[in-house]
């Protein structure tokens, strides 16, 4: 359903999507060495490593990208008519009208949510855990266990913010209304492989991180024992506060 608004406001909301995106597919510290890995050398890599620097990098590269088309399209449909009519068409496979279908719609306002709100828990579990937070599971030297902020909550925070801008940004860039859905880019053999690709591997993060959720919690619990066990009690739950 659109929302009757001015389409020029959707461009502070896309890069909304778009920082929140690059916030939690950043790491904030440097990957850790090999012996700070040691105590997750049996675990599968999919879950140690969840995607290599280089997947993410392609993966943030095309977000961004589709941010910008889109951006881009909305600020033509403002120009006066000799201009669009040349920049539309090199943003659109089908007949440059199509722009005139890129809005706002509810399910983009819930996906620009999930990433607004994602974003800042994830910005607020890099600054509880610091150094300690890092995308390759490991255990730092003189690693501490971390129970206050976000993970008073919740015992993995940060999961539950990368699976809602996960989510946020599926719906904001693929739904009715977006540049890909109103673009014909889908029409194209090309375009359908390479969106499917994108989608299917930013829509596989939040199942590898619920796989990850359990080995985490093993090792912690070898590693911290009593503290781990009465930070347990004290947070009963893993991701989502009375569900999960």
């Not at 889908?186 to 994108?198: F, K, M, S």
């Amino acid at each position: 359903m659109f929302v009757e608004v001015p389409t020029y406001f959707k461009i502070p909301l896309l890069l909304i999507t778009a920082y929140a995106n690059f916030i939690t597919f950043t790491p904030p510290n440097p990957r850790t060495a090999p012996d700070e890995q040691s105590k997750y050398s049996t675990v599968k890599y999919i879950v140690r490593q969840v995607r290599p620097p280089w997947v993410r990098a392609l993966e943030k590269t095309i977000t961004q990208s589709l941010v910008i088309f889109e951006i881009a399209t909305i600020l033509a449909t403002y120009l006066p008519p000799p201009y669009a009519e040349r920049i539309l068409p090199m943003l659109a496979w089908r007949p440059a009208t199509s722009a005139l279908g890129v809005g706002i719609t509810s399910t983009f306002l819930l996906g620009t949510l999930l990433c607004a709100v994602g974003g800042v828990i994830r910005i607020l579990c890099y600054r509880a855990l610091g150094r300690h937070f890092t995308f390759e599971l490991s255990l730092r030297k003189d690693h501490k266990l971390v129970t206050d902020g976000p993970y008073s909550i919740v015992r993995h925070p940060s999961y539950t913010a990368l699976i809602m801008v996960t989510i946020g940004t599926l719906l904001c860039l693929t739904s009715t209304g977006s540049w890909l859905s109103e673009s014909g880019i889908l029409g194209t053999l090309i375009g359908r492989l390479l969106i499917v690709a994108w989608a299917g591997e930013v829509a596989w993060i939040p199942v590898v991180m619920i796989m990850r959720v359990g080995t985490e919690d093993e090792i912690l619990r070898n590693e911290f024992m009593n503290e781990w066990l009465e930070w347990s009690k004290r947070t009963p739950y893993k991701l989502i506060p009375g569900l999960i």
